[in-house]
């Protein structure tokens, strides 16, 4: 196994090179390659990026588009070019959202699909019939690293805001926000109707039920299925009350 140091500085696009392959593939790697690499194999370097090009490039477009609401995603398989995902294509799947789908699952997901339509990619290329279509640059979107502080919960922000950003910002950075006094995880959440004729105030906890816990938000209520406070495994709500009492009253808050 050969792990470059430096990548671009022209050592090891000369081992590449030396290596003579046909084709090249990458995924999830994180870094911008240069031409010396990128021109080292004849059909140059496949990658698959889980969007459907030329939505979401960039580094999060799995966390982005749960965290923005989307119903929808996919896998592309490009050529890699020196602009980030702007390659050509020559494969793509569309892949629903799933309501239960959080960072985990929906990138194991697309994980699997993807590697299968690399290795048809390459099936392609090797029997001459793939076709390589440029992307619409108009059409582009992008998403950037996703860093802690994305993960901080604003409970100002609707119900459904705030549960696609519990589904999204899992494993990492998880949303978070404060609970007496202490940073606390929350991992799973459910969306679930409200009277408008209540006066909600955001944070507060309405109801104390066996498996949730009900919190007013910015505009609905939402159950707080699974959480995690400092130094503790994550855990059902369930298993959490009962060593942890939380009271109608008390307040899930933002941080500072």
Known sequence: MVQPVRLNDGEFASWLGDQRPDICALTAYGRILKQPILE????????MHPSMLPRYRGPSPI?????RGETETGVTIMRLSVEMDAGDIVLQERVPILPEDDGITLTSRLAELGGRKLCDA?????????VFSPQNHANASYCGLIKKRDGQIDWSKASLDIHNLVRGAQPWPAAHCLFSGDVVKVLKTELLPHSSTVHLSPGEVLEVEADRVVVATGEGTIGVLKIQAPGKRAMATADYLRGHAILPGQRFENLP
Not at 63 to 67: D, V
Not at 122 to 130: M, R, Y
């Open 40 to 47: 080292a194999a004849p059909h140059g370097i496949l990658n």
């Open 122 to 130: 390459i099936d392609q290329i090797a029997l001459s019939s793939a």
């Open 63 to 67: 966390q982005s588009a749960l965290i």
